[in-house]
């Protein structure tokens, strides 16, 4: 258990002994850009699809992390009833248009 601040200071914060870092306390995380994130990662994508070369995270996984953003929204709005990121998959998919192959 814990928190990641990944904004203009990167920080981590933990409840448990995770990764070398002391519980109960703030720690600074070395390594990162010194641009903001955000914009480090589309400067980053713009490149990748430029050169076309593959991106930093790929499409299942970025799925997967919005999923994951979702579910934790979408129980939130329903009283904390359980939803599974796996699902939205199936919720949210789009029918085939007509005389598209899929």
């Keep these: 258990s814990g928190h990641l601040?990944?904004?203009?200071?990167?920080?981590?914060?933990?409840?448990?002994?995770?990764?070398?870092?002391?519980?109960?306390?703030?720690?600074?995380?070395a390594g990162?850009?010194?641009?903001?994130?955000r914009t480090a990662f589309i400067s980053r994508f713009a490149t990748a699809v430029s050169t076309n070369t593959a991106p930093d995270i790929g499409l299942d996984e970025a799925l997967a992390v919005q999923a994951f953003i979702e579910a934790v929204?979408?129980?939130?709005?329903?009283?904390?009833?359980?939803?599974?990121?796996?699902?939205?998959?199936?919720?949210s998919a789009a029918p085939t248009p007509v005389g598209v192959s899929p």
């Design 5 to 29: 601040s990944l904004d203009e200071t990167s920080l981590a914060y933990t409840l448990t002994n995770a990764g070398g870092l002391r519980p109960g306390r703030w720690h600074q995380l």
């Design 32 to 37: 990162l850009p010194k641009a903001p994130l």
């Design 73 to 91: 929204y979408l129980s939130a709005s329903q009283g904390g009833i359980p939803v599974r990121p796996a699902d939205l998959f199936t919720a």
